[in-house]
């Protein structure tokens, strides 16, 4: 599939503060450095994470159960304006915290199986500026790369994570660190 403009929406200005959003966001989210084994080795994953959703919205990735924390108000504001804009509907957002260059996120596509289908999700980003790559899913050439910047919405929509792959590469030259919300949609178990 060709990378279709349509499958990625990227958007300005979508935080007013973005600024005060991060430093609210950095001291009062519940944020959590779990271990991650590849290819035989552990280790803490290159970044912090925590979850937030309606109730039974779990998620897991890499075979890291995230636990759930209740929607924090701030972010529940978010949501709904993401949902406004997009005119798409979210249970549950990932938050990833880059302290700074050198923590990053591999390359990955999306697709976990709690997922619902057609899988879209809605990126905020707070702090730093950091490229975010893209490449064709079982290829190594980066193919496209769009620099977040802080405040920003980036929109991935559907059928953008089956034929595609994304990362956010290490950057030595980067001192600052970065906030990014991931709003998805994931089945809700008892």
């Given at each position: ?10 958007r ?64 529940k ?37 709690e ?49 595609w ?26």
């Amino acid at each position: 599939m060709e990378f279709k403009d349509d499958c990625l929406i990227y958007r300005l200005n979508f935080i007013k503060d973005p600024r005060e959003m991060y430093g609210l966001l950095k001291s009062q989210v519940n944020w959590r450095q779990d271990n991650i084994t590849l290819f035989g080795k552990t280790h803490a994953i290159p970044r912090y994470h925590a979850w937030y959703g309606d109730p039974g919205a779990f998620y897991k990735y890499s075979r890291i159960t995230i636990p759930i924390n209740d929607w924090h108000p701030v972010i529940k504001e978010i949501k709904t304006e993401v949902e406004k804009v997009t005119k798409l509907k979210f249970n549950s957002v990932l938050l990833n915290y880059y302290r700074d260059g050198l923590d990053s996120n591999g390359w990955h596509s999306d697709n976990e199986s709690e997922l619902i289908k057609p899988i879209h999700v809605a990126s905020v980003s707070l702090g730093a500026i950091r490229d975010m790559q893209f490449r064709r899913v079982g290829l190594t050439k980066v193919e496209r790369s769009l620099s977040l910047e802080s405040g920003s919405l980036l929109v991935m929509k559907s059928p953008l994570q089956e034929y595609w792959q994304h990362q956010i590469p290490k950057r030595k030259k980067v001192n600052e660190g970065r906030i990014n919300l991931t709003f998805r949609l994931v089945s809700i178990s008892s």
